[in-house]
């Protein structure tokens, strides 16, 4: 396959754990931005071969890449089920496993027939001119299985459809080979090495078709969505493969040195559908770059459109505990974007990430002291916040010197991270799925003053959607109150803009937050009730001031493919933005607006995000004498055209929700000073 007039970046490295991490964190944050990356190097997972130090360096550049919407293709090995391990075990190959790639098995055409799986006897290599080798494939015991990866694939080695699943799709790795020049003459070859860049090279010939403002995106999870049809999108651009498996048998190698005895290993067979060998099949591109191109044009997307139309409510399989746009969202710090852009920059272009806002005297924020102690200090307001990009807002405007996640090449202090008691709430959490198991703690804080108030300033590693359903978010906020003393919580970050009138970086600072749950806790008896907050602006001077404030940094939205056409304003009162009702819908997955109204999320408020309400509950839950508290929500995505993906929707979220929390930051500041 021929790429006319594709810039093909090549990188080296030295053989090794450590220059195989930094050599994918060289083409990831590379300023000539490669959006399709080939690996055809792996290793098994679980052997001495690889530390889980070096898994866990590749496996974050390698979601680094996901969240910026390049999509790795890795191949899925060559040694079939038991990947040269030769223990008579099944075993999978990494990097293919992470969760941050397309995974690329392998196929053949044997003597003229039917392409099938790609299998030569004895199925691993061997050293002998036979050769051997196969596709490899199947359950990791290393990776958890993605909540997007929802495939009835039984693990030969465990017994339980658990741990992600590989391949995700094949291409020709066996007969009839590929016409290699190698030293100067003719060297027939193949393997997973050369079907997986065969993936990336169609990924690219596609891109370069598709139309102003797409681009494919991290593919990966869009192959498991359901699409209009009813049926997963990667069953739909694939040629299914029904025929082979990825069995070792037994066999002797006597060339090698001292001989070697291959053990069996029974593996998995191709059949119907995803398989373990060949995941959805072989690329039909056509098919692929049709629905690559589907959907009217507003943007470019993470995962990039489904078919127009695709409710994004629809029932989850019942394993899958949250939405992995969700999962995305949670994790995404734009600010790594930034510094990778800004360092192959040349000095005279480079230009801050933001613009300072000048506080009016006496109203500007300084940083206190941390605690002394694993206990949080005490504060008469706490602002909590979700995200990384949410949390880099918050700090780039209240705690000056520090952010909450600085890029990882930045010599920025960061915030505190805060993990007292957080032993205790582990057994809570949801493995694979809880960022708190990733993170070791409860969230990140620092203490600032605001005019004589104490404020502690607190990124959750706690969410409603991600921590399984004891809530685990309900006992931190309880928590925090008591360690602190606060008299006022507010819950703040990034959301969906209800309504036409709301537009990009708009804020409603909200009294009233509504659960609409529509996955894990969709049976929950508070589902469709609303919590109320008795919160009163009583100086409504500094609202008036913020939103004087708030077009510092608002120029940056006007890229988005959905521009606001005025400055964003922060909104109070019964109805904001026209007619909205001024609640927050809080749910438990992505939702969004569109002009179908799909969600039906029109009507009932004019926000949308994830966390609110719960918060509410556990404030008002506390006996005695009550903290009060408040939603304040920005529009980081708005309400979306006709037709519009879920994916559409979240790379708006990703590309402008830190500009666009700058509008909630500030409503955070007014509320203070003036409550």
Request: aromatic share 8%.
């Amino acid at each position: 396959m021929t790429l006319p007039a594709a810039n093909i970046l090549v990188y080296f490295a030295p053989f090794s754990q450590r220059g195989w991490a930094n050599v994918l964190k060289k083409a990831v944050h590379d300023p000539n931005g490669p959006k399709f990356i080939s690996v055809s190097w792996g290793a098994p997972e679980d052997v001495d071969d690889l530390s889980p130090a070096a898994i866990a360096a590749i496996d974050l550049a390698l979601k680094t890449a996901a969240n910026a919407g390049v999509t790795v293709c890795s191949s899925s090995g060559d040694d079939g089920a038991g990947d040269a391990v030769n223990d008579g075990k099944a075993h999978c190959d990494f990097p293919a496993i992470s969760r941050y790639v397309l995974a690329v098995g392998g196929t053949m055409f044997p003597g003229g027939q039917a392409e099938q799986t790609w299998w030569d006897t004895p199925g691993a290599r061997t050293g002998t001119k036979a050769g051997g080798g196969s596709s490899g494939g199947g359950r990791s015991t290393v990776s958890p299985a993605p909540a997007w990866q929802n495939v009835d694939v039984v693990s030969v080695r465990t017994g339980q459809a658990a741990g992600r699943c590989i391949p995700d799709v094949a291409a020709l790795a066996g007969e009839p080979l590929y016409n290699l020049i190698f030293d100067g003459g003719p060297s027939p070859n193949g393997g997973t090495s050369a079907s997986t860049p065969l993936w990336a090279s169609l990924l690219a010939r596609i891109a370069a078709t598709l139309p102003a403002g797409r681009k494919v995106g991290f593919l990966t999870p869009l192959l498991y969505q359901t699409a209009a049809t009813g049926r997963p999108l990667g069953a739909s651009v694939c040629t299914d493969i029904q025929v082979g498996n990825n069995d070792d048998l037994v066999y002797a190698d006597p060339t090698a040195t001292p001989p070697i005895n291959f053990k069996a290993v029974a593996g998995y067979q191709a059949g119907q559908g995803y398989d373990a060998v060949t995941g959805w099949g072989v690329p039909n591109g056509v098919a692929l770059q049709g629905a690559l191109t589907a959907g009217p044009a507003v943007g470019a997307s993470l995962f990039k459109a489904l078919q127009p139309g695709l409710a994004s409510n629809v029932p989850a399989p019942a394993h899958m505990t949250h939405d992995p746009v969700a999962a995305m969202i949670i994790d995404h710090n734009l600010l790594d974007d930034e510094a990778a852009k800004q360092s192959g920059l040349a000095l005279a272009a480079r230009g801050p990430a933001w613009a300072d806002i000048d506080f009016p005297a006496g109203t500007a924020p300084s940083v206190l002291a941390d605690s002394p102690t694993p206990s949080l200090p005490a504060a008469d307001v706490v602002l909590i916040t979700y995200t990384s990009d949410e949390a880099n807002a918050m700090a780039a405007i209240l705690t000056p010197g520090f952010l909450a996640v600085p890029p990882k090449t930045s010599p920025t202090r960061a915030w505190t991270s805060y993990a007292n008691q957080y032993a205790s709430y582990v057994p809570d959490l949801l493995p694979g799925s809880s960022p708190a198991l990733d993170s070791h703690n409860l969230g990140l804080y620092k203490l600032i003053s605001l005019s004589g108030k104490k404020v502690l300033c607190f990124k959750s590693s706690l969410h409603l959607a991600r921590d399984g359903k004891s809530i685990p978010i309900m006992r931190l906020v309880k928590q925090i109150v008591a360690e602190t003393g606060a008299r006022l919580v507010i819950t703040t970050g990034t959301a969906g803009g209800v309504g036409g009138g709301v537009e990009l970086g708009d804020a409603a600072i909200t009294t009233a937050c509504k659960f609409d749950l529509v996955r894990m806790f969709a049976s929950e008896p508070y589902n469709g009730t609303t919590v109320k907050s008795s919160f009163q602006l009583k100086d409504a001077s500094y609202l008036a001031t913020a939103n004087g404030l708030v077009g510092l940094n608002a120029a940056r939205l006007a890229t988005s493919p959905i521009p606001p056409t005025r400055a964003p304003t922060i909104q109070s009162g019964a109805a904001v933005f026209g007619a909205d009702p001024n609640v927050c819908i809080t749910t438990d997955g992505f939702l969004y607006d569109d002009a179908q109204n799909t969600d039906k999320l029109q009507g009932v408020g004019c926000m949308v995000e994830m966390d609110d309400a719960v918060i509410g509950l556990a404030v008002q839950s506390i006996p005695g004498a009550r903290a009060q508290w408040l939603s304040i929500r920005n529009a980081s995505d708005p309400q979306m055209p006709l037709g519009a993906s879920k994916q559409e929707a979240s790379d708006i979220y990703l590309k402008y929700g830190f500009y666009t929390s700058f509008s909630s930051v500030l409503a955070c500041w007014a509320c203070v000073l003036g409550s």
